[in-house]
């Protein structure tokens, strides 16, 4: 089983992602500048990009990786919000995703992509002290501390850096796994070593961060607040090793300089979102693994529900009803839904509600997702739980028609490709079902399979033009492959 985000930490390049992937950890080399214009002359944001992408590609298959369109879609729409408001321009857009550890981390990989621990959303306190370690880590992203990390790697040792752009050489030219290329690369290299964040890449992260935070209305404050936190539970746990603490030491002098930088800063607007008590909530649910976790979850959120008012009573009432619903108990499960829908809106709590509803019928679901759709045609966890329901009804007409709609609206969530291809494929339209499966490959990294769906769609094909039009895309995407193993050649050793 590829663990591989075992030892990640926030900016770490590819220290999580790598490491239980059976790779070696890559954590950030020591020394960078400070704020300035990084040399990129070693490693492109293209190339940087076909890194992270490849990684993602493998990374999404681990059992930990947190495969939820409702959370990962707040959580980049948080990274992104952030970013936005950074000092200096990024050169890859920020993709933020979820990891089922309850540990309190966070980690950067090439290419914009940004994993966050459950245990850092559930242990956060606000939406404040989440955005104040994200901001951190974008702050690093900004800077190319990783393609800076990876460029250095090469110039060393440059054996991890080989081993894994050799791997997707492989792959991408359909010869190798990439998988098995790097499994086999980590049990054969014993790489200890491990690099860290300069103090000044650290403190500039943490500035760059601060001022992302107050421009795009969270509390700075609530930077300072997570990392006290987790300077205090670095100082409980000291010797245990991991953590966010331990791969971005957390001194003294840094949490001074951000106080220093807060207090001298007059009030901002702050914008939260509610949404964000119910993403803690969802995660706290997947991270709670077996009987005891749950009790103890089950608990709290009882306490919470008693306790608290207003979205933080909805939330963990929304918690209890998705604990009832597991565990059978589905008249308890409604009622917990219903009194929290009368304390708060959110699309978690309809589409809690369309699974309930499918539990009476498949029509009811698709009648409840219709109506849960109209209240909030935004969300991504709503619009795959309505593409479900008419799916589980048997009106893959319908749902292939909603669906061409939705992957319209988001065009980079291959999750709505891959639903698309099966209702296309239950209707008997098989050219068409695998272009979608060949734009599922595509976004996710696997060119040379998205190639093969392409190929296949074309063979099935009788119509001139839509050979026409599949050899564009052939061409298109083989033209891309060539040009990512030519971008990736030089740093072959």
């Not at 540990?103 to 850092?120: C, E, K, M, Q």
């Not at 791997?167 to 190798?176: I, N």
């Not at 929304?318 to 565990?327: C, D, E, F, P």
Request: charged content about 20%; hydrophobic content about 45%.
């Amino acid at each position: 089983m590829r663990r591989w985000m075992r030892r990640a930490g926030v900016g770490l390049c590819l220290a999580g992602a790598l490491t239980a992937g059976a790779l070696p950890s890559w954590s950030q080399p020591v020394g960078l500048p400070s704020m300035g214009a990084a040399s990129s002359a070693e490693l492109s944001p293209i190339v940087e990009r076909a890194l992270g992408q490849a990684i993602m590609e493998q990374g999404r298959q681990d059992p930990t990786y947190v495969n939820d369109l409702d959370i990962n879609q707040y959580l980049t729409m948080l990274g992104r919000r952030l970013a936005a408001r950074a000092p200096q321009a990024l050169t890859q857009d920020i993709t933020v995703f979820a990891v089922r550890d309850p540990s309190i981390n966070a980690f950067a990989l090439p290419g914009g992509f940004i994993g966050v621990h459950s245990g850092l959303v559930v242990g956060a306190q606000s939406e404040s002290e989440l955005a104040g370690v994200l901001a951190h880590e974008i702050g690093h992203v900004m800077q190319r501390h990783i393609a800076r990390g990876i460029s250095q790697q090469s110039q060393g040792t440059g054996i991890m850096v080989a081993a894994l752009i050799g791997a997707l050489l492989a792959a991408l030219a359909g010869q190798g796994d990439l998988a098995m290329g790097v499994a086999t690369f980590g049990q054969a290299a014993a790489i200890d070593q491990q690099l860290g964040f300069s103090r000044s890449a650290e403190q500039e992260a943490d500035r760059a961060g601060l001022q992302m935070m107050r421009q795009a209305g969270f509390e700075p404050q609530g930077m300072l607040a997570m990392f006290r936190r987790l300077m205090n539970a670095s100082r409980l746990n000291e010797g245990s090793g991991g953590g966010y603490a331990s791969t971005h030491p957390l001194s003294i002098q840094r949490l001074s300089d951000i106080e220093n930088r807060i207090e001298g800063q007059p009030p901002a607007p702050v914008r939260l979102d509610a949404e964000f008590w119910f993403v803690r909530t969802r995660l706290a649910l997947i991270q709670a693994r077996d009987h005891a976790a749950r009790q103890r979850l089950q608990q709290t959120l009882h306490s919470e529900a008693r306790e608290l008012r207003g979205v933080r009573q909805a939330a963990a009432l929304y918690g209890l009803a998705s604990l009832a619903q597991a565990a059978g108990d589905l008249a308890g499960a409604r009622a917990q839904l219903a009194q929290a829908q009368a304390a708060q809106g959110a699309p978690q709590l309809d589409m809690l509600a369309i699974q309930l509803a499918g539990v009476q019928g498949a029509s009811a679901a698709v009648e409840a997702s219709a109506a849960a759709w109209k209240r909030w045609p935004r969300s991504q966890g709503v619009a795959d739980e309505r593409a479900r329901a008419l799916q589980r009804a048997g009106k893959d007409e319908a749902a292939a028609a909603f669906l061409r709609t939705v992957t319209k609206q988001w065009p980079d969530i291959p999750e709505f490709q891959k639903l698309l291809a099966t209702s296309l494929q239950r209707m008997g339209r098989k050219v068409e079902a695998n272009e979608a499966m060949a734009s599922y490959f595509e976004q996710t990294g696997a060119l040379p399979t998205a190639v093969e769906h392409l190929q296949q769609a074309r063979a099935q094909s009788k119509d001139f033009y839509t050979q026409s039009r599949l050899d564009m895309r052939i061409r298109a995407l083989r033209a891309q492959l060539d040009n990512q193993r030519a971008l990736l050649e030089p740093f072959k050793r």
